[in-house]
């Protein structure tokens, strides 16, 4: 009985011993692993800020938007941040490989969907800055033109503006990462409906004596400048 | 020697040129002088401007050979037809001088996206090499013969390089130009050049050569705001500037919409051929006359329906709306000296303050903190508003008064040159 106990003791040492020397030097390539893809994400996010300050990416950003957003955010500016971003995702990637390596059932299915979905998620960032980008600049081009065009609330008007393509922008964004697809296309059709039919309603209804007289006045003074022609004479 | 020239023309401007065009070059020859004459849809005016042309060659050039060249944008009211059917026999009949020499018309239409009708006169002034070129606005409704004579005599017989015009006009007429080109070129380069973007003006052939082997007309700002370059290269480029009176200049109708196409093709042409002359202006200070037949200019002072209401109003809802564009181009002190006044009914826009929003416009233009063409558009209102100021200061002066307003403007832009410098270099 003693002697079956200790068997059965230094059996379950010995697999125990056997075991951890199986999983040692797995787990020793692991850190190695994960030590070498520090150094390749230090380099990654070295090389990136270089790239980014040499294409003015901050300057970029600031006329999208997206430096307002991440200092209301209390963030980094845009550089530093797609820096820390570029690190933190290469080094995830070289430890989720590492962990791989360790041959844990069930852990490398989950790995290999991180590394599926790393694409979509670059391409949805890439999305989210365009969208922003657009946005703004659209955004700026109406204040201008309605402000020399003196039309009525043109700083209202760029906001709408800037907020249908930041809305469209993001749908695409969530579209892409593949989240709430169904909910997000609904959500994004009703909330455009609804501002379309806000406006319909706004102009039709509300608006119509505004525009009446943005219309009466438009064109009696287009009338009138060229019987008396008020304008100056630029050049 | 034609042939071979009309190769060197399809090789440099290919696509630009048209096969018609070129051949009515080459049956052309070569020319002493060049006349050029843009159009689009100026049916109503072109026919009295180009009998006075062709009765100004006829009679101060009758030795000379000369050529008038129509480029046309795409008219659709028969202004091309017009041009090619003008029968220099008709103003030979009515003149007492008679030409000795082939007086040509030739037309062409050119792609207003590719290019200016500046580039069609200064590509035909490569083919025919003449030694004096002439363009003229097809709205100088006021035009005599003289004209042509006071433009290319300059160039012709006195060896002027660029001959720029004065003229008479009404004090509130080209504000822009008394307000803020005239100002900032003299303060820029140095040179009292009361027109420097003309719509009347004449060259050598010697500088449009030169220029055309420089210019590139990729960037739009290039095509469309040519004659500023042109100016800045003879500056630049050491040429012989002057200036030449050639009479009234009629007011042109402008509409509101006009305003920011004129200040895009001028102000923006301006700022933007800063950036290549760099090197020449920056060392430059203070500024002098340059030579000038007739007068420096003159104003006239009937009274001139301008509604000052809807100035001031688009000036103060123009600063409040656009401030967050104005937050990328405009110094913190300049923008909140701007929304100091902007809302006030006596709102008064100093020279002084003038002068440093347009160089704070002119370096963000440099530095591109924002799209350049929202910078040029973002200027609008405050010119409005600063036009404003030129009306009020104004009212009840005489010509001479108008004169030292400007001249003190023009001594502004001189003092804060420095803080341009500054801006430009800040950074760099």
């Known amino acids: 009985?003693?002697?079956?106990?200790?068997?059965?003791?230094?059996?379950?040492?010995?697999?125990?011993?056997?075991?951890?020397?199986?999983?040692?030097?797995?787990?020793?390539?692991?850190?190695?692993?994960?030590?070498?893809g520090w150094?390749?994400?230090?380099?990654?996010?070295?090389?990136?800020?270089?790239?980014?300050?040499?294409?003015?990416?901050?300057?970029?950003?600031?006329?999208?938007?997206?430096?307002?957003?991440?200092?209301?955010?209390?963030?980094?500016?845009?550089?530093?941040?797609?820096?820390?971003?570029?690190?933190?995702?290469?080094?995830?990637?070289?430890?989720?490989?590492?962990?791989?390596v360790l041959g844990i059932s069930g852990l490398q299915d989950q790995v290999a969907k991180f590394f599926l979905f790393l694409p979509r998620l670059v391409v949805a960032l890439f999305i989210m800055f365009l969208g922003l980008l657009g946005a703004g600049?659209?955004?700026?081009?109406?204040?201008?033109?309605?402000?020399?065009?003196?039309?009525?609330?043109?700083?209202?008007?760029?906001?709408?503006?800037?907020?249908?393509?930041?809305?469209?922008?993001?749908?695409?964004?969530?579209?892409?990462?593949?989240?709430?697809?169904?909910?997000?296309?609904?959500?994004?059709?009703?909330?455009?409906?609804?501002?379309?039919?806000?406006?319909?309603?706004?102009?039709?209804l509300g608006g119509k004596d505004l525009a009446r007289r943005f219309l009466e006045d438009r064109f009696a003074r287009a009338q009138h400048r060229h019987e008396h022609g008020d304008e100056l004479s630029p050049l | 020697m034609m042939e071979t020239k009309l190769a060197d023309a399809r090789s440099g401007e290919d696509s630009f040129l048209t096969d018609d065009f070129l051949r009515q070059l080459m049956s052309v020859g070569e020319a002493d002088i060049i006349v050029g004459l843009p159009t689009l849809d100026n049916a109503k005016t072109i026919s009295p401007i180009l009998d006075a042309i062709q009765t100004g060659l006829v009679r101060f050039f009758p030795r000379d050979r000369a050529a008038i060249i129509n480029a046309d944008a795409g008219s659709h009211d028969g202004t091309r037809e017009l041009a090619m059917a003008a029968a220099?026999?008709?103003?030979?009949?009515?003149?007492?001088?008679?030409?000795?020499?082939?007086?040509?018309?030739?037309?062409?239409?050119?792609?207003?996206?590719?290019?200016?009708?500046?580039?069609?006169?200064?590509?035909?002034?490569?083919?025919?090499?003449?030694?004096?070129?002439?363009?003229?606005?097809?709205?100088?409704?006021?035009?005599?013969?003289?004209?042509?004579?006071?433009?290319?005599?300059?160039?012709?017989?006195?060896?002027?390089?660029?001959?720029?015009p004065t003229y008479s006009r009404h004090k509130f007429d080209g504000i822009l130009s008394t307000n803020l080109l005239y100002p900032m070129t003299r303060a820029i380069y140095g040179l009292r050049i009361r027109e420097p973007y003309a719509a009347e003006f004449a060259f050598s052939g010697h500088l449009a050569n030169d220029f055309m082997s420089q210019h590139s007309w990729r960037e739009e700002t290039a095509r469309i705001g040519c004659e500023t370059y042109f100016t800045a290269t003879a500056i630049t480029g050491g040429y012989r500037v002057c200036q030449s009176f050639l009479g009234v200049k009629d007011r042109t109708e402008a509409r509101p919409a006009d305003l920011v196409p004129a200040i895009r093709r001028t102000v923006g042409a301006l700022f933007a051929s800063l950036e290549p002359t760099f090197s020449s202006w920056s060392t430059r200070k203070g500024s002098h006359s340059i030579p000038t037949t007739g007068a420096e200019g003159e104003f006239t002072l009937e009274p001139l329906p301008i509604n000052r209401t809807r100035l001031r109003e688009m000036?103060?809802?123009?600063?409040a709306e656009l401030e967050s564009v104005f937050r990328s181009i405009l110094s913190p002190a300049t923008l909140a000296e701007l929304q100091r006044i902007a809302p006030r009914?006596?709102?008064?826009?100093?020279?002084?303050?003038?002068?440093?929003?347009?160089?704070?416009?002119?370096?963000?233009?440099?530095?591109?903190?924002?799209?350049?063409?929202?910078?040029?558009?973002?200027?609008?209102?405050?010119?409005?508003?600063?036009?404003?100021?030129?009306?009020?200061?104004?009212?009840?002066?005489?010509?001479?008064?108008?004169?030292?307003?400007?001249?003190?403007?023009?001594?502004?832009?001189?003092r804060w040159k420095p803080y341009l410098l500054e801006l430009w270099q800040d950074g760099e």
């Open chain 2, 315 to 319: 000036f103060a809802s123009g600063v």
């Open chain 1, 137 to 204: 600049f659209v955004a700026r081009a109406a204040l201008l033109a309605a402000v020399n065009a003196n039309v009525p609330s043109p700083r209202l008007l760029s906001v709408s503006i800037r907020m249908v393509i930041i809305i469209f922008a993001v749908s695409m964004m969530f579209e892409e990462l593949g989240v709430a697809e169904q909910t997000v296309l609904v959500a994004f059709g009703i909330a455009f409906g609804a501002v379309m039919f806000g406006l319909a309603i706004a102009f039709g």
């Open chain 2, 88 to 164: 220099i026999d008709d103003v030979r009949r009515n003149s007492k001088v008679s030409a000795l020499r082939t007086l040509h018309s030739i037309s062409t239409q050119y792609d207003p996206s590719e290019g200016s009708a500046l580039r069609s006169f200064l590509a035909a002034a490569e083919l025919l090499r003449p030694r004096a070129c002439a363009v003229i606005s097809p709205d100088a409704t006021h035009i005599t013969p003289d004209w042509i004579a006071n433009l290319l005599q300059p160039v012709y017989r006195e060896s002027c390089d660029l001959v720029l």
């Open chain 1, 39 to 100: 150094v390749v994400a230090y380099l990654l996010q070295i090389f990136l800020r270089s790239i980014l300050r040499l294409i003015h990416f901050d300057k970029l950003s600031e006329n999208a938007g997206a430096s307002q957003l991440l200092t209301k955010a209390a963030l980094p500016p845009p550089t530093e941040l797609a820096g820390r971003f570029a690190f933190w995702i290469a080094w995830l990637g070289f430890i989720l490989l590492g962990v791989s």
């Open chain 1, 1 to 36: 009985m003693r002697e079956m106990i200790m068997s059965e003791l230094h059996q379950a040492v010995l697999e125990l011993v056997r075991g951890f020397a199986h999983f040692l030097p797995r787990f020793i390539v692991l850190l190695i692993i994960a030590f070498a």
């Open chain 2, 345 to 414: 009914e006596d709102a008064y826009y100093s020279a002084e303050l003038w002068a440093k929003t347009i160089y704070e416009f002119a370096a963000a233009f440099h530095k591109s903190v924002i799209n350049r063409d929202h910078i040029i558009q973002a200027l609008a209102p405050l010119f409005r508003g600063r036009a404003l100021t030129f009306l009020v200061e104004n009212e009840q002066s005489t010509a001479a008064g108008v004169e030292n307003n400007i001249e003190g403007l023009c001594l502004e832009f001189e």
